[in-house]
């Protein structure tokens, strides 16, 4: 069966600093034309940074579209054009101070591919080392470690609430058998 929407026409409704959004004209399969809102971004990377006493640095930071603070893993836009580790690296040393000697690519999620194409990439980061911190001077954020067994805890809980964090302790928790 062939599920496949195909695009007739599209137009930029909005386009912002970090996405586009567009309004679109797509086919449906049985021939209906229906409309499509469709959240452009440039992707993002996410970095799970355990160090060798199986410690997790996090961050803490108000999320606007949301109204609260979130626990979550270090995570950022990826510029026009960069490579998604190099982007891991700006974002892990930016966001939290910690740079990093060996690297494993997780591969990438779609963040909510119902409206949006986001590919968040991730990576586990390991060998860890602390350099001085700096966040870009839009981003207000606190730095915090968990011991990973209490971050799994907390995922399973529900206290942890976002998504690539969820994803990402999980894959981890697999990946390494802890």
Not at 36 to 60: C, F, Q
Not at 95 to 115: I, Q, R
Not at 160 to 170: F, H, N, P, Q, R
Request: charged share 25%; glycine share 8%.
């Amino acid at each position: 069966m062939d599920l496949t929407e195909r695009r007739l026409s599209g137009e930029t409704i909005f386009e912002g600093n970090i996405i586009k959004v567009g309004l679109d004209q797509a086919q449906l399969p049985n021939g209906k034309i229906v409309s499509r809102e469709v959240v452009y971004h440039p992707g993002g990377v996410a970095v799970l940074a355990l160090d060798e006493d199986e410690t997790v640095t996090l961050v803490r930071q108000f999320r606007y579209p949301v109204g609260q603070v979130i626990l979550e893993l270090p995570a950022g836009k990826i510029d026009p054009g960069e490579d998604t580790l190099l982007a891991a690296k700006r974002e892990l040393s930016e966001e939290t101070g910690v740079e990093a000697g060996d690297w494993t690519y997780l591969g990438y999620a779609l963040a909510s591919p119902g409206f949006c194409d986001e590919a968040l990439h991730m990576y586990l980061a390991r060998d860890l080392r602390r350099v001085e911190c700096h966040p870009d001077v839009d981003e207000f954020l606190e730095v915090t470690a968990l011991p990973f067994q209490e971050l799994v805890r907390m995922v399973m809980a529900g206290s942890i609430i976002d998504a690539k964090t969820v994803a990402m302790t999980l894959k981890v928790k697999t990946l390494l058998g802890m």
